[in-house]
């Protein structure tokens, strides 16, 4: 039987393998939420913000319903693939059907100020964000919003897994699942 596992895996040759499972998504592990933007301008314009400070309609902010102030996101505009990073400054009405309402500057940085709404991605720096995110949240997560820790795979070839099955002592039992 252990002869036979052998030739079965060494005819497979040596085939990237990886460890836990299927592979994820790597470019998609920062992405929080999708749906739908929107911008406001003038109208709020040098008025305080739910943060405290003073909207500037030309700066690179947002306002979302539950990010904490000072979230730095990555928004892309899905219809053009056109990027700009905004910085969490203010709050979305909780029943809005929105997911963020960008500053004018920032609409104007993904050409959505003509449709005045754009169905986006949002993203956020970094794994450690997500973490942060986590943390703050802990039970509490609102729904809409996906955060999920990315580990690095570990690949290996199966000639590695191979050779790994005849450094254990072959009079036990060895189960390999493949």
């Not at 056109?82 to 050409?111: F, G, Y």
């Not at 997500?130 to 729904?143: A, E, F, G, I, T």
């Amino acid at each position: 039987m252990k002869n036979i596992l052998f030739v079965l895996l060494m005819l497979m040759g040596p085939m990237p393998l990886l460890a836990g499972g299927p592979k994820a998504d790597v470019g998609d592990s920062l992405k929080i939420q999708e749906g739908v933007a929107s911008y406001y301008g003038r109208k709020f314009h040098l008025r305080k913000t739910a943060s405290g400070e003073i909207f500037d309609m030309e700066r690179m902010t947002a306002a979302h319903k539950n990010l904490p102030f000072g979230t730095m996101l990555k928004v892309t505009n899905l219809k053009n693939d056109k990027v700009v990073w905004v910085r969490v400054n203010d709050r979305l009405p909780q029943n809005s059907k929105r997911i963020i309402d960008l500053s004018r500057a920032a609409a104007t940085e993904i050409d959505m100020v003509k449709d005045g709404l754009a169905k986006v991605k949002i993203e956020v720096p970094d794994q450690a964000t997500v973490n942060l995110l986590m943390s703050h949240y802990q039970d509490n997560k609102p729904n809409d919003i996906r955060l999920r820790i990315y580990e690095e795979p570990i690949l290996f070839d199966k000639m590695d897994l191979c050779m790994i099955g005849f450094e254990i002592d072959l009079a036990e039992k060895v189960e390999v699942s493949i």
